[in-house]
């Protein structure tokens, strides 16, 4: 098996665990972070700089790279990883996400979503099956299933119908795929209804898939219900399989994830906030435009290993913002980036040595 699961080590308060996920293109050290790179690029950042980062795999998007340069491009240019120039593991969203962020441009179907591009006015018809052809020819190591997402807003009877379709989408997902060298991870829906969760989870571990993701969360519900949701949903999902929490990215909600038994992160905040000037310093958000950093000649945070942090000061980089200057948002982006895997990857070793809720444990109340 090119795909493999172990713990290394058990909270024994929290349902948190450290462990490592084999893949292909080398082991991810969980719990951690994964950088979005939804255009086989993680918006400002070499892949050089991600590495030093301290992230071990990244995103991109199918429905995006469909659009742009188009998965067969990709695929005669080595595939994505030396197409992006990326030699670690690589995960690949669906475009199921899409199926709700881009509600206003599309047509929701049983056969699949009917997408009039933004870029031209084509119409896109991305089925499971397209959606997981996509994905074969882009390569990446961790496939996700096509999935409907319904709105954090919906009634019970519109999230049992997502949630039955989007298991009937996966066992067309597992029919067409082709390379053994991806694993096929499926997406735990079911809304706020913990029921619809437990249901979900029983169908989607009977198809004993290499991984499973919790999605639908983080789409305009209440932060109480999204951790109630992965409190309940985490600890169903089996022992031996990485458990990935999609779209959640703050130091709180990672937090209390991973006490629940979750393993993988993403999100695009490190660097949506790095291009509006904002940084994230030990989980607060800092806006770099603000005067009083103007005189300022300390680096953002003194025990951050990352080059902004190591080589310029808060004045300095205040004076890129408001000069607007690229190389502003550049820094920023990767402090943020290493800041949110290096939490993590504190936590990880906080769990290695059994003092998870010692030295978390401000971050696990933040619920209460």
């Known amino acids: 098996m090119s795909f493999s699961f172990q713990r290394q080590a058990q909270c024994s308060q929290t349902h948190a665990r450290a462990g490592i996920f084999q893949t292909p293109h080398g082991p991810v050290e969980t719990p951690r972070f994964m950088p979005v790179g939804t255009l086989a690029t993680v918006k400002g950042l070499t892949p050089e700089q991600i590495r030093a980062s301290g992230a071990q795999m990244i995103l991109a998007n199918t429905y995006h790279l469909h659009l742009q340069p188009?998965?067969?491009?990709?695929?005669?240019?080595?595939?994505l990883h030396r197409f992006m120039g990326w030699s670690g593991p690589i995960l690949t969203d669906s475009g199921g996400f899409q199926v709700f962020s881009l509600a206003q441009l599309r047509t929701l179907r049983e056969e699949g979503v009917l997408f009039r591009s933004p870029r031209d006015g084509r119409l896109i018809d991305l089925t499971p099956e397209r959606s997981i052809q996509i994905?074969?020819?882009?390569?990446?190591?961790?496939?996700?299933?096509?999935?409907?997402?319904?709105?954090?807003?919906?009634?019970?009877?519109?999230?049992?119908?997502?949630?039955?379709?989007?298991?009937?989408?996966?066992?067309?997902c597992l029919d067409a795929h082709q390379n053994p060298n991806q694993a096929l991870f499926g997406i735990v829906q079911g809304g706020t209804f913990l029921d619809l969760r437990s249901?979900?989870?029983?169908?989607?571990?009977?198809?004993?898939?290499?991984?499973?993701?919790?999605?639908?969360?983080?789409?305009?519900?209440?932060?109480?219900?999204?951790?109630?949701?992965?409190?309940?949903?985490?600890?169903?999902?089996?022992?031996?399989?990485?458990?990935?929490l999609m779209g959640v990215g703050t130091y709180r909600?990672?937090?209390?994830?991973?006490?629940?038994?979750?393993?993988?992160?993403?999100?695009?905040?490190?660097?949506?906030?790095?291009?509006?000037?904002?940084?994230?310093?030990?989980?607060?958000?800092?806006?770099?435009?603000?005067?009083?950093?103007?005189?300022?000649?300390?680096?953002?945070?003194?025990?951050?290993?990352?080059?902004?942090?190591?080589?310029?000061?808060?004045?300095y980089l205040n004076h890129l913002i408001r000069s607007g200057e690229m190389l502003g948002y550049i820094l920023l982006s990767l402090h943020n980036i290493t800041e949110l895997v290096g939490f993590t990857t504190r936590i990880r070793e906080a769990?290695?040595?059994n003092r998870f809720t010692e030295e978390f444990g401000a971050w696990l109340g933040a619920a209460d």
């Open 135 to 172: 994905q074969n020819a882009l390569g990446a190591d961790v496939i996700m299933a096509f999935d409907e997402c319904p709105p954090g807003q919906a009634g019970r009877d519109a999230v049992t119908a997502a949630t039955q379709r989007t298991h009937r989408w996966l066992k067309r």
């Open 253 to 315: 909600e990672m937090a209390l994830a991973i006490a629940a038994g979750i393993d993988l992160f993403d999100c695009v905040i490190p660097t949506r906030l790095g291009r509006h000037g904002a940084a994230l310093v030990r989980g607060e958000r800092w806006n770099l435009k603000n005067a009083a950093f103007r005189r300022d000649d300390r680096p953002l945070d003194s025990d951050c290993p990352c080059y902004a942090c190591q080589t310029f000061s808060r004045g």
């Open 199 to 244: 249901q979900a989870v029983e169908d989607l571990t009977a198809l004993n898939l290499p991984g499973y993701a919790i999605g639908g969360v983080s789409v305009g519900e209440a932060p109480e219900l999204i951790h109630a949701v992965v409190r309940h949903t985490a600890p169903l999902l089996p022992q031996d399989k990485p458990r990935y």
């Open 351 to 353: 769990i290695l040595a």
């Open 70 to 79: 188009g998965e067969e491009i990709v695929r005669e240019l080595g595939g």
